[in-house]
């Protein structure tokens, strides 16, 4: 069992910069791919990023590419999202999960644990 909990949502302008991060609970973190997803209102959860084990292959989906950047800390039990130039349509609740295949995937279906998300709002 994998308890997660995200932080560091907020409001922030367009252009800003925010930095998401995702604490684990359990000794067994480094077994885990994890993934950022968001999920705008009346809108379906969409994959934001993910990142295998190690840290040492990310993915990222297009419309984040060159903008965010996933990263990890095993000895931490902690998973980040670091988001720049951001834009409105980044606005959402963002999730963290957890993936036992360890390697890391788009796939939301793949993913077994999941956090309660935190807010994050871009103004124009």
């Known amino acids: 069992q994998v308890q997660l909990v995200e932080s560091g949502g907020g409001l922030v302008q367009a252009g800003g910069s925010l930095r998401l991060s995702c604490a684990a609970s359990?000794?067994?973190?480094?077994?885990?791919?994890m993934g950022w997803f968001r999920q705008a209102p009346g809108k379906e959860r969409e994959f934001v990023a993910a990142?295998?084990?190690?840290?040492?292959?990310?993915y990222y989906a297009d419309s984040v590419k060159g903008r965010f950047l996933i990263s990890r800390d095993n000895a931490k039990n902690t998973v980040y999202l670091q988001m720049n130039s951001l834009k409105p349509e980044d606005t959402g609740l963002y999730y963290c999960?957890?993936?036992?295949?360890?390697?890391?995937?788009?796939?939301?279906?793949?993913?077994?644990?999941w956090g309660q998300g935190t807010q994050v709002t871009v103004s124009s």
């Open positions: 990142i295998n084990w190690s840290g040492g292959s990310t």
């Open positions: 359990g000794r067994t973190f480094s077994r885990y791919a």
């Open positions: 999960a957890a993936d036992g295949n360890r390697i890391g995937t788009w796939r939301t279906a793949e993913y077994d644990y």
